[in-house]
């Protein structure tokens, strides 16, 4: 019997589903019937070397704090077990991060770090991406600070972790979190180069104040800080906030005030 255009449809279809679920898991799966395993093995390495090599260039702290076969386990167990939701290779990153935050169990090697120190790199690359150019974002360069509404950069991202991720590698990889947590801006400038500073209370408070309430004035900002911390003489806390913002406009994480 001839055939029929839907047979060869749904032949090509099971075909394809049993390439992809050998290529994903090869140690369950078997490969589909008909395929050389010369040419199989080429696909395999191919298509895993592909992701590896990408998340390794994304995620090379990460990286650097595995050896070669704990890494390979880590790609392959996200090879394997999730399914990504876009096709775009910008966006590999991005789903290891949802599959590190949603679908991983979690091994008995997993560092309990593992997921805020991939959400930190992935934050840098997530800036670096940004199609925004904050120069080109409209304010006022030259508005007052204090009296005008500060504009907090779209590209400056306020940060909080359990650990100093800014701080491991393969020469320091904590077992439990410190006693305070780490607070980090991370941001890009108009050089497009993605920088971090570690904040303190007040500056992470006045960075938070600044992305909720964005009609507030940089002296009112800065009083409401001042309450928050406990300060019943604020005029200290208002001189070193106005420096702090002085700062930031240099560095770029305040493009100015808002018109």
Known sequence: ????????????????????????????????????????????????NNISSLLSSNFPVLRSIHDDAGWRRLVRDFYSEHRSQTPLFPEVSREFLRYLQDGRNKRTDDPEFLLELAHYEWVELALSLDERDPSEIAADRNGDLLSGTPMLSPLAWPLS????????????????????PTHLLVYRNFDDRVKFMKLN????????M????????????????????GQENPENVIANGARLLKEWKQKNVVLGTRG
């Open 1 to 48: 019997m001839t055939a029929t255009p839907e047979d060869r449809s749904d032949r090509l279809k099971e075909l394809q589903m049993a390439f992809a679920a050998h290529i994903r898991d090869p140690e369950h799966r078997a490969a589909p019937e008909g395929v050389e395993a010369r040419r199989m093995e080429i696909y395999r390495d191919l298509f895993f």
């Open 161 to 180: 972790y359990l650990y100093p991720v800014h701080l491991i590698g393969p020469g320091y990889q904590p077992v439990t979190p410190p006693g305070e």
């Open 201 to 208: 209370n007040v500056s992470r408070i006045l960075l938070h």
């Open 210 to 229: 600044m992305q909720d309430d964005r009609k507030a004035t940089g002296l009112q900002l800065l009083r409401k800080v001042a309450k928050a911390i």
